[in-house]
């Protein structure tokens, strides 16, 4: 703001109720070193001070002719008032900066030589400066509460996250011997197996959450390792049968599997999926899983029969805490899945896609490069 002023000082209020000074500049080098050395002299705002009248009035204040009288009423000590001698002050501008009825501070002009406009058109610029400058300040005031919230907010899940798994482990510890004993009757057995099936629920939720955490600031972590994806799935899809015993789901691979991907994490992208499948479908109509070879790619798709999701809902589809309208809270889901299973899939660079239309039902498709490499590869 050189080009306004001589000079131009920002000084902001602290949680202590005093100014420091956050900026300043001048208009050459000279003046600028000169001017460096008052970042030790922020306004002072004692009982009945020039800085502390102007914060509480809100009132501009231009003085066309600054007089040794009024240096002497800002200095700080002898060395200040000697430093604003040397800087040899003529004209002065002192707006108050306001945002949203907070006051945050004051910004300063100063010219060396006598300023007759700094009580018309000169104080109409510095206040419209002030104006922009004050909420500027605040917007990034807000933005840096929001982010420590959302700090404070992903800590706390993490923290509870973490502790909840101990009680839970122990739960479902607990439900698995009562289910491995024989001398229990059948309504302790199946007292057991709804507490064993809430403890899973619970956890997979608590995972969500932790993953969901990570994604949000740092990414999900994938460690790459030889992989064959079409006996990987196969194996996963085995697991989700004995969990729904009931539905049928279905399993084919073609083509050359093999590729370098983290096993763990496709497990939860094929878990998501299916199950996402499973919950979305008619109970008497088939799931079909399958995988297959194309260049230096895997596919993995994911298919299901019934109402086909909405237009409305298709483009936020991958984003957190989106639930379809008939997922009931029996479901034990937070709406992370798909989220989650995206940016897994994103971490091993490949892409998601869904079709979905009321003739061909809908279809989770997953683009897997072998290696890391692949794609940069072939797009070079």
């Known amino acids: 703001m050189s080009h306004l002023a001589d000079y131009c000082m920002v000084d902001l209020l602290s949680d202590d109720g005093q100014l420091y000074r956050l900026e300043l500049t001048a208009r050459d080098a000279d003046r600028q070193a000169l001017l460096h050395h008052s970042m030790m002299y922020p306004p002072h705002l004692g009982n009945g001070g020039v800085m502390l009248q102007l914060l509480n009035t809100g009132v501009p204040l231009a003085e066309p002719d600054v007089t040794p009288e009024w240096l002497d009423s800002i200095a700080r000590n002898d060395e200040h008032r000697a430093l604003l001698e040397a ?9 108050p900066l306001v945002a949203r009825d907070r006051k945050l501070g004051i910004i300063s002009f100063a010219w060396n030589r006598y300023r007759p406009t700094c009580t018309s058109t000169d104080l109409e610029v510095a206040r419209g400066v002030a104006d922009r400058a004050a909420m500027a300040l605040d917007n990034a005031r807000l933005y840096q509460e929001a982010q420590a919230a959302i700090q404070e907010r992903e800590d706390l899940v993490a923290i509870v996250s973490h502790d909840l798994r101990t009680p839970l482990n122990a739960i479902a510890l607990s439900a698995t011997t ?45 460690h790459r390792e030889p992989l064959n994806l079409h006996e ?3 194996r996963v899809v085995t697991e989700v049968r004995l969990a729904w015993p009931e539905r049928r789901i279905s399993f084919q ?10 096993g763990d994490r496709l497990a939860q992208v094929v878990t998501n999926l299916v ?9 008497h109509t ?13 596919l993995l798709e994911v298919h299901n ?7 409305e809902v298709l ?6 805490y989106q639930r379809g309208p008939d997922a009931g809270a029996r479901q034990g889901s937070l709406g992370l899945g798909l989220f989650i299973t995206r940016q897994i899939v994103l971490g091993h660079g490949g892409s998601i896609d869904v079709s979905s239309t009321e003739e061909e039902g809908t279809t989770f498709t997953v683009r897997l490069p072998r290696r890391l490499g692949d794609q940069d590869q072939l797009m070079s």
């Open 275 to 283: 199950g996402n499948a499973l919950q979305h479908s008619p109970r």
């Open 305 to 311: 029969e019934g109402n086909p999701i909405s237009p």
């Open 232 to 234: 990987h799935v196969r």
């Open 253 to 262: 691979a073609s083509g050359d599997g093999w590729g370098e991907w983290d």
């Open 87 to 95: 800087l040899a002050l003529k004209s002065v501008i002192l707006v």
């Open 315 to 320: 483009p936020g589809l991958f984003e957190p």
């Open 286 to 298: 088939p799931v079909r899983v399958s995988t297959r070879s194309e260049g230096p790619d895997v």
């Open 178 to 222: 009562l289910l491995k004993r024989e001398d229990v009757d059948e309504r302790t057995t199946k007292a057991a197996q709804r507490i064993h099936s809430s403890a899973d629920r619970a956890s997979r939720m608590i995972r969500d959450l932790l993953d969901f955490n990570q994604a949000r600031m740092r990414g999900i972590p994938v």
